[in-house]
């Protein structure tokens, strides 16, 4: 039992791969930022579904049909719960944040934005909340504009109240960095948008696994969010947007299953969210989301963060004392989700990453899809750990090791002294 009350020893079986090893070595999973582990329950809930439920959702009258129809509208429920929404209608599936985001920039911004019109971002997005914005501000002639980064990682604030204005139509920003582990004030920040006419969009990809976050509570507009990286399959996502702003949306792209009616010059739309939905969408992972967020709730959000804080406390004590060790982002006691990159002095991060796999630690290493923020700390790329409920201090005391061999294999000149192994 952690002395946040997680009890890891139980949770790590529950992950039938932490008992592999890798060289010899036992699995240190420390990539949770880039996806995580799936529990049994999920694993089980996906052969569950395919073995007995197994069918298309909204267009059969037959059991089975209505069976998956009622597992798949029952996951959007709990997704609506986990988050706070009030209306499972405002809980949109996609494929993830990148899908969530671009759903937005095409949907929403195509019809709002007007030339000059501002979306301002900060510059610590992930791409995912950069990209669909250069390309919706094409489209529209909006400007983008980007809150900077302080030296310390976190978002200069005054620069924030003064760029909030009423030029601004979107402030599009991520909840916690995936590279600096910044929690940003994004309550905040919502008031003051708010304020000032401007609708919020939270990028929450690495904040909903790590902290309880309510849509209601904050006043967010849209919040976009990945399965994947809470324990849920790859390829489902949520985005939630507010039911007065999704029931004025266009949908941006077309298909079965989301019509009223068809005749031959077009069309009208069913209510949100199958409005956003065209296609068969991915039934089971919508079932295995529902399965992860059960578990996730279980072991208790408030619990996993303080359980993340204190590893995260743990890896930052351990690298800031080891010599030749550069770390990143808010140090001092200041917040931070379970996100810590570093750099070894004269090592590329893609050789440390090397050397820590060769002892079966897995972490992330390169620009981390932030190749703005990594102009802002002025390097090519970092190496980067992060933590899911399984983490124990054992993986940390096992990384830090890690660690001192990255330094016997290259000497603190970088120079490499050995072979690898
Ligand atoms: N970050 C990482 O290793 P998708 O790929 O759509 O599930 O999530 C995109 C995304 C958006 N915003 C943030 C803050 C993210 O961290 C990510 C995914 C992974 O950091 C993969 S690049």
């Known amino acids: 039992m952690s002395d946040t009350g997680l009890d890891t020893a139980s949770i790590r079986r529950d ?6 090893e890798i060289g010899g070595h036992p699995l240190t999973y420390l990539d ?4 995580t582990q799936k529990p049994r329950a999920v694993i089980d809930a996906l052969v569950d579904f395919y073995e007995h439920h197994n069918a298309n959702v909204h ?3 037959h059991t089975l049909s209505e069976e998956a129809t009622a597992l798949y509208e029952g996951a959007r429920v709990k997704a609506a719960g986990f988050l706070g929404a009030c209306d499972p209608g405002s809980i949109i599936f996609t494929r993830g944040t990148t899908e969530s985001i671009n759903l937005v920039a095409q949907g929403w911004a195509r019809q709002n934005l007007r030339s000059g019109d501002e979306i301002l971002l900060s510059e610590m997005e992930h791409h995912s909340n950069i990209i669909p914005w250069q390309i919706a501000a094409r489209e529209t002639g909006a400007v983008l504009r980007y809150i900077p980064v302080t030296d310390e990682g976190l978002l200069d604030m005054d620069e924030a109240g003064r760029m909030i204005t009423e030029k601004t139509a979107l402030l599009a920003l991520t909840h916690t960095s995936n590279v600096l582990g910044t929690i940003n004030p994004v309550a905040d920040l919502i008031r003051l948008a708010r304020s000032r006419g401007a609708l919020v969009l939270l990028d929450a990809a690495q904040g909903v696994p790590r902290q309880p976050l309510d849509v209601t509570a904050l006043d967010c507009d849209f919040l976009a969010c ?4 809470m324990l849920a399959p790859t390829g489902i996502g949520v985005l939630y947007g507010k039911p007065e702003l999704l029931e004025r949306m266009e949908p941006p792209s077309g298909g079965g299953g989301m019509i009223r009616q068809v005749w031959r010059e077009g069309a009208d739309w069913r209510e949100p969210p199958w409005r956003f939905e065209p296609g068969t969408p991915d039934i089971s992972g919508a079932v295995g989301l529902g399965v ?10 408030q619990r996993v963060q303080a359980h993340e804080a204190a590893l995260t406390r743990q890896a930052l004590r351990g690298l800031e004392a080891i010599p030749g060790v550069t770390v990143y982002g808010p ?12 750099n070894v002095d004269g090592v590329h991060p893609h050789d440390v990453a090397q050397v820590l796999d060769e002892v079966g630690v897995a972490v992330r290493a390169g620009h981390h899809c932030c190749q703005l923020l990594m102009k802002r700390l002025g390097v090519a790329a970092t190496v980067r750990l992060s933590f899911a409920p399984y983490n124990d201090a054992a993986d940390v005391e096992r990384l830090l090791r890690g660690i001192g061999r990255v330094k016997e294999v290259f000497g603190d000149d970088g120079e490499q002294k ?3 192994p």
Not at 226 to 229: A, E, L, P, V, W
């Open 15 to 20: 992950f039938p791969i932490l008992k592999r």
């Open 292 to 301: 992860a967020l059960d578990y996730l709730s279980a072991l208790g959000l």
């Open 32 to 35: 949770n930022a880039a996806t």
């Open 331 to 342: 140090s001092g006691g200041v917040a931070r989700g379970g996100v810590v990159s570093f």
């Open 418 to 420: 050995r072979a690898l």
């Open 226 to 229: 990945s399965g994947h990286k």
């Open 59 to 61: 267009r059969g009258v």
